[in-house]
């Protein structure tokens, strides 16, 4: 991404001017509001406002379990059993706001998460800008047969470089848009023929615990590439809010495991699942192999 | 619209087999249930799924408001009051699940609305199909200059018709598409290549006040033709589930009007509208059209 | 309602510290930020937290309808259309954080709108306090005939005082729950001796747009008078975060009258209203009344 | 719970016709379709409509993941991987209604899962009905030091009695209200002195994803007794519709397992857990017994 010298004014002015707030401040977070971070080859995603940090949760927390909670857990014990246990009251009551710049079809998978607000670029009032997402050879990657969703191989470097060449080929559709707006041809129909590739953005905003819930999916190895660069950019963004949850959610959330109810039993008589189920018994030796327990020979 | 005999065939099957229900059942629905309605070139809707009728929404609003809204109201005076106030609770305990076969352009402006379930095809998973839509050259509109949002106007054939190849040239896309995904790059790759005049498919569930709620909206002559479609052929879907209540609908909310202070200050005084803001003054001299009190001259 | 010692400290010490930021700010916000409102006889209303102010109502604007709107429309202008349309996007983008003490009663109708954050003092876990809700004599409303919802007129003055008694008798029970409580009784059981009256706190937060929708419904006169005396006293504690949506609201919201297709053939025609429906006639009585055309005689 | 000759009489007549219909249809359903289940001594629950069964699931699930599960996965594999992996869309697509009578104390907390629909008997609008939760003397617990939630134990019998006197006491607070009812007093006002044992009633319908996340949560044992009494009946009366689903959710769900980071990392070295906070280490410990690992001793 680069930015445009008007986009980069544009910050520098939204920086330059700090005001007297009697609001909770995140200083980690002031260093680098508005600040743009590049996404992929001309995406970008950046915090430009936000509500509450650390301490608004421990205070959520503490009008619904009382005062009491003060004497036995510190803020830092609080939340982190409030994270443990999944509590998502507290951390609705932190909010932050994105503006975001991503190609349609990451915006498509995007905002099938409901509970954000969205204002989008629309392409009925306004026309499109001539920005499309277009991978590198290397990045081209295999359908996997396993893995119906995505793919984690590169493709064949000859393969993937016509692959390219056809997204060349694509983007030149821009140039035909174009001339068809300037015809006068109204832009709600021009649009239909730009491909998923092209630029959007908007501004999103949504509360912490539905950000953290939107980034435990898309921070995902099974999510697609391109939205789990997103999702883990967004994560790095909004740490110095909310540092102590933040690191939290990465103990009890990112790297925590679910076991099930034929998972437990097989731990604990250590007989083989209770079912036969080739995908469930795939899935328990992967969990054996984390915890230490991979089957010899 | 064409369905492949494999489609008709489904439809027919499930449409063989009535079973008995102790649930409300509306009659006029169950004549089409299931049955597919063609949209635009190659899109459908049909209703595969309800629950409640107009004794649903009454008895909801009976639980409500007491047992005493019996003697004073029968339910089609209580079901018009209950639209006329825009009383939100008993609409919403009717629900209705469709299934709907729509462009990608019209499915991202559908999707905004987040009071809905949704399943959608997904183009990761699986290989999306050569569906696309391609309005016929009188159907090309021009961008309307007052009315930002779309256009009314016919462009002139000459560039309709060049439009119109060019949509032709677009779906030649698809062949490559289905190369590469021959080849074996992944699909979530190969789709961002897709314009968004493709073909998607959804499965939609909502209740029916967030249902009005979308058709008001998108039956609105400022919505695109291309969702207008839709909405209103929806309407007509539904009409035999909820007879007593889509009529209300009619009367109390497509076919009202909102007056604002100024607008009332204005009636009132007879005299001119307290703006000097054009849109807002453009917006009153409609609604006096329609009231019959044009200006004279 | 008398703040504790401790709880002046508490917004002192709240409001003795500023920090500087770079986010948008209110001044007319700020002033206030924290103080806490009294409503009824105990209960309070306070912003504790605030996200946006008019300018971020039309930054989402436009990145919706464009750059080109900045031509057309100043920021006021803008502003007013959304209102008057009723584009509930980019009001989203603004938050407001309250802390509120209220009446279970009250908490009970408030909760229903859905589309709001809470965190609530949970009488499950910490001890309830010693706080009712006691109207003096002459707020002790009748039962209304023909609005089946409340009342405005009040009651003789003799019931009255004798409901005021009762009210004294009701709040004993604090004693008793009091006494089970030091037993040992769970807290959870023990509450559900307390009457209705009993108050609750919570931090409620929510998007401008849900906020102005449960005003509109809230401050309307068919809404019961204690949930009113809060929704007034919100409105205008949020008027100086967004001055121009403020004033927006009323113009086109809470002044504004909606005609029914059957109203406007009425008016257009001048004839009576093409339905024997008394409500409805007598709905349509008082819209003539405050548009100047009452019937003579 | 004793159902009036007048509500029996209701019930019989709803289950009396039935009629036809093309839509999925589960017959374990039918069979107690309307049936009045009692709960505590005055409450009820009973499923009044329903949408969906298995197959709507699986049916969903494939227009999203594409007709190939078919091949590789049968419905009940397809439903089971589904609900292992929390996938909510497929789920979403069936829908219950409830009828339930209950106390305002369970009320209060159940209206707190937002993603329902919801129509209460209105205080405001009728006149309470004389119902009060009056639990037997053996059903009061304590308070409990170590669970600040609730209380398992019983309270010995002297307070337990005396208790339940109170409560007796807390009844006849319903005269008074009758009286002030005749007495002309707006219902609204006088409801305010009726304690949180009175009962209420509403319909509450909501899809199966939602209704499923409602019960873990409440048929969890932290949850209050009262409403783990409401949701263990509403997981038995929903089996029927959805059997498949239903020990999926009980295998994957209610009786599966979450461990965090740090008891991933304990369990794979065969270390202490890396914290040293009490409550995080009394979790570790109480999943260890279940895993069949406690500690000597």
Known sequence: MTLTPEQQAEIAEARAHSRPTLRATADGMEKHLYVAHPI?????????????????????????YGRGTKAVQNDEGLIRYLMRHWHS???????????????VFVARQWIR????NVNEYSARYSVVQDRFYHPVAQDIRQQSAANRQGGDQPMDSLTAREFCNW??????????????????????????????????????????????????LRMDPHAQQEIRDYASAMFELIRPIVPVAAEAFVDYNLQSMHLTRLEIEALRTGTP???????????WDQKKARLGMSNPE
């Not at 009251?89 to 503006?99: D, G, L």
């Not at 021009?190 to 905003?205: F, G, M, N």
């Open 113 to 116: 998460h409901r509970t954000a």
């Open 167 to 216: 997204l060349d080929e694509i983007e030149k559709t821009y140039e035909k848009y174009e001339y068809f707006i300037e015809k006068g041809v109204a832009r709600e129909l021009a649009r239909i023929a730009l491909p998923a590739s092209v630029y959007t953005e908007w501004y999103w905003k949504i509360d912490l615990h539905n950000l953290l819930h939107f980034l435990s």
């Open 40 to 64: 992929l080859d001309h995406g970008l995603v950046r915090v430009i406002d936000y509500m509450g940090d650390d301490a608004a949760i421990t205070q959520a927390a503490r009008v619904s």
């Open 89 to 103: 009251t507290p951390f609705v009551m932190c909010e932050v706001k994105f503006h975001v710049k991503l190609p």
């Open 273 to 283: 699942l209770a079912t036969e189920n080739k995908r469930e018994n795939a899935e």
